[in-house]
């Protein structure tokens, strides 16, 4: 495999990264589990009354092929009322198939991550339809070319790790949406991409123009630079029938699968939020169980998405400190389980990128982060509760991150940062701490520098504009947009892709 590596590094699909210092102060791939709000008695009470929902309420499934494949595996099935019963027996067969790591790749190898364990990543996603623009700092609707342009902020910044699309391009067909879609996000960053797909035909799509990138459908299998997020449970534990047929299809076709379930507690779930762990909990063992029954080892991931319904009102919430602990608490289950999970954090319910939104997604992506997540999307850029991206935002939420993944790291105690014989010396009158060998030398790897946030003295702040946060954000970004230049996708294959399918992305915004 290392030979073949070896080969995609120097031509097709993959390539070697730009010269771009690499974080050492916050790498990603960390590994988190500072923060556990569940002990682990209610980890376990939670795990058998999950198994009990399953044995006793079950999930509406619809007449269809998977119904029929609950059937085959010995789950009891109500005909009449839609159910299916899933024994426990078939819960613990499915954990052991299931892979207890799942390697996502980037076109740059140097953003592949390894999923599993306690190790953090962070990254966008969501569904957005609207942009605050960067030049007007009016909504608007999104469009296939945020797509593209977010892509390349991505690609640019350090602290986000992934790209999940973030926003829906409203400006092209509904037919034409996932493959554009995917191409839009491939061809201007070199971190893995995450897609959703709304057919089977996407997905075959879809997997068809990766393996054009990657250079073969073997090659494919063995360095996912694709994986796609499925919600396909309704809450409260139904499937939804086209969205399964999607599932179905995706780990036939041997991608990376993230299990995205997402009850609102209060509205979709129980208010009590262990009542809320325990259904998502069964939402997502019904899936391990699914996906395993198509096809044993299947690579998927545990998606975990709890959200809270503000209860004075029934609307959505997420930048509630309700929400962070469910994802912390979601990261234990998987961790419980010793399966890879994707969770979120980083919503805000601000409209604006403002002191409401810094202080929502700090809460709720450091939760995340500090339990352990191992796949933290919709870290980055949005606002309105999912409905708004805002561009400054991934910068902001880039400087963010970074400073959660300084957390994650900990406090290393070795002999030498103990400091003893230093505190000796210095305190016997011998120099200054800031001036010793061992502050020069940890200067870069021991503290994190925010590269947008503000330390400045008050005068020289002044003297140079005055500027907040959120301006400092959009200059930077405005920067990247117009200076920024991914690795593009080899021209021989971006031509046969254009020439394969409709894609109605401008050269111009193919990272070229």
């Not at 009542?275 to 899936?287: D, K, M, R």
């Not at 998606?303 to 234990?332: C, I, K, N, W």
């Given at each position: 495999?290392?030979?073949?590596?070896?080969?995609?590094?120097?031509?097709?699909?993959?390539?070697?990264?730009?010269?771009?210092?690499?974080?050492?102060?916050?790498?990603?791939?960390?590994?988190?589990?500072?923060?556990?709000?569940?002990?682990?008695?209610?980890?376990?009470?939670?795990?058998?009354?999950?198994?009990?929902?399953?044995?006793?309420?079950?999930?509406?499934?619809?007449?269809?092929?998977?119904?029929?494949?609950?059937?085959?595996?010995?789950?009891?099935?109500?005909?009449?009322?839609?159910?299916?019963?899933?024994?426990?027996?078939?819960?613990?067969?499915?954990?052991?198939?299931?892979?207890?790591?799942?390697?996502?790749?980037?076109?740059?190898?140097?953003?592949?991550?390894?999923?599993?364990?306690?190790?953090?990543?962070?990254?966008?996603?969501?569904?957005?339809?609207?942009?605050?623009?960067?030049?007007?700092?009016?909504?608007?609707?999104?469009?296939?070319?945020?797509?593209?342009?977010?892509?390349?902020?991505?690609?640019?910044?350090?602290?986000?790790?992934?790209?999940?699309?973030?926003?829906?391009?409203?400006?092209?067909?509904?037919?034409?949406?996932?493959?554009?879609?995917?191409?839009?996000?491939a061809a201007n960053t070199t971190k893995h991409v995450t897609v959703n797909c709304f057919s089977v035909p996407s997905v075959r799509e879809v997997v068809e123009m990766?393996?054009?990138?990657?250079?073969?459908?073997?090659?494919?299998?063995?360095?996912?630079?694709?994986?796609?997020?499925?919600?396909?449970?309704?809450?409260?534990?139904?499937?939804?029938?086209?969205?399964?047929e999607v599932l179905t299809e995706a780990v036939r076709q041997e991608i990376p699968v993230f299990l995205s379930s997402a009850p609102q507690a209060g509205a979709t779930?129980?208010?009590?939020?262990?009542?809320?762990?325990?259904?998502?909990?069964?939402?997502?063992?019904?899936?391990?169980?699914?996906?395993?029954?198509?096809?044993?080892?299947?690579?998927?991931?545990?998606?975990?998405?709890?959200?809270?319904?503000?209860?004075?009102?029934?609307?959505?919430?997420?930048?509630?400190?309700?929400?962070?602990?469910?994802?912390?608490?979601?990261?234990?289950?998987?961790?419980?389980?010793?399966?890879?999970?994707?969770?979120?954090?980083?919503?805000?319910?601000?409209?604006?990128?403002?002191?409401?939104?810094?202080?929502?997604?700090?809460?709720?992506?450091?939760?995340?982060?500090?339990?352990?997540?191992?796949?933290?999307?919709?870290?980055?850029?949005?606002?309105?509760?999912?409905?708004?991206?805002?561009?400054?935002?991934?910068?902001?939420?880039?400087?963010?991150?970074?400073?959660?993944?300084?957390?994650?790291?900990?406090?290393?105690?070795?002999?030498?940062?103990?400091?003893?014989?230093?505190?000796?010396?210095?305190?016997?009158?011998?120099?200054?701490?800031?001036?010793?060998?061992?502050?020069?030398?940890?200067?870069?790897?021991?503290?994190?520098?925010?590269?947008?946030?503000?330390?400045?003295?008050?005068?020289?702040?002044?003297?140079?504009?005055?500027?907040?946060?959120?301006?400092?954000?959009?200059?930077?970004?405005?920067?990247?947009?117009?200076?920024?230049?991914?690795?593009?996708?080899?021209?021989?294959?971006?031509?046969?892709?254009?020439?394969?399918?409709?894609?109605?992305?401008?050269?111009?915004?193919?990272?070229?």
């Amino acid at each position: 495999m290392e030979d073949r590596r070896s080969q995609r590094r120097q031509g097709g699909g993959r390539h070697e990264r730009h010269e771009r210092k690499q974080p050492r102060v916050a790498p990603p791939g960390l590994e988190g589990g500072w923060y556990r709000p569940l002990r682990d008695e209610d980890i376990k009470r939670i795990h058998e009354a999950s198994l009990a929902v399953l044995e006793r309420t079950g999930i509406e499934v619809m007449a269809s092929e998977c119904r029929e494949i609950f059937r085959q595996a010995g789950a009891s099935i109500d005909d009449e009322h839609n159910r299916v019963f899933i024994p426990r027996h078939l819960v613990e067969e499915a954990l052991t198939k299931a892979q207890p790591e799942v390697i996502l790749c980037g076109r740059d190898p140097t953003h592949d991550l390894r999923l599993g364990g306690r190790r953090v990543y962070m990254g966008t996603g969501g569904a957005a339809v609207k942009v605050l623009d960067l030049e007007t700092q009016r909504v608007r609707e999104s469009t296939l070319a945020d797509v593209a342009r977010i892509g390349r902020l991505v690609d640019a910044l350090d602290n986000i790790h992934f790209y999940l699309r973030a926003c829906v391009a409203r400006d092209i067909p509904i037919d034409l949406l996932d493959i554009n879609t995917y191409y839009a996000a491939a061809a201007n960053t070199t971190k893995h991409v995450t897609v959703n797909c709304f057919s089977v035909p996407s997905v075959r799509e879809v997997v068809e123009m990766a393996a054009m990138i990657a250079g073969g459908r073997e090659a494919l299998r063995e360095h996912p630079i694709v994986s796609l997020t499925v919600c396909w449970t309704v809450s409260p534990l139904r499937y939804a029938p086209e969205t399964v047929e999607v599932l179905t299809e995706a780990v036939r076709q041997e991608i990376p699968v993230f299990l995205s379930s997402a009850p609102q507690a209060g509205a979709t779930s129980p208010a009590a939020l262990a009542g809320t762990l325990v259904q998502i909990n069964a939402e997502e063992l019904s899936g391990v169980v699914y996906t395993q029954l198509v096809k044993s080892g299947a690579r998927i991931v545990l998606g975990y998405v709890p959200s809270v319904a503000d209860l004075r009102t029934g609307s959505f919430s997420g930048g509630g400190t309700e929400f962070a602990m469910m994802h912390a608490a979601a990261a234990q289950l998987g961790q419980f389980y010793n399966l890879p999970v994707y969770n979120s954090a980083g919503l805000a319910d601000s409209k604006i990128p403002d002191i409401q939104a810094g202080y929502e997604k700090g809460i709720t992506s450091l939760a995340a982060a500090l339990a352990g997540s191992n796949y933290i999307h919709h870290s980055a850029g949005l606002l309105e509760s999912m409905l708004t991206v805002a561009y400054e935002q991934y910068v902001i939420d880039d400087d963010i991150n970074g400073s959660i993944m300084r957390a994650v790291r900990g406090i290393e105690v070795t002999e030498e940062t103990l400091s003893v014989d230093l505190i000796d010396q210095v305190c016997r009158g011998e120099g200054h701490f800031l001036g010793t060998p061992q502050s020069l030398a940890l200067m870069n790897t021991e503290y994190y520098y925010p590269h947008t946030g503000d330390r400045k003295r008050r005068e020289d702040w002044e003297a140079d504009g005055s500027l907040d946060m959120r301006e400092r954000a959009r200059r930077r970004a405005r920067q990247i947009l117009q200076t920024h230049k991914p690795q593009p996708i080899p021209p021989e294959v971006e031509a046969a892709i254009r020439q394969r399918f409709q894609i109605l992305l401008p050269a111009t915004l193919s990272g070229r």
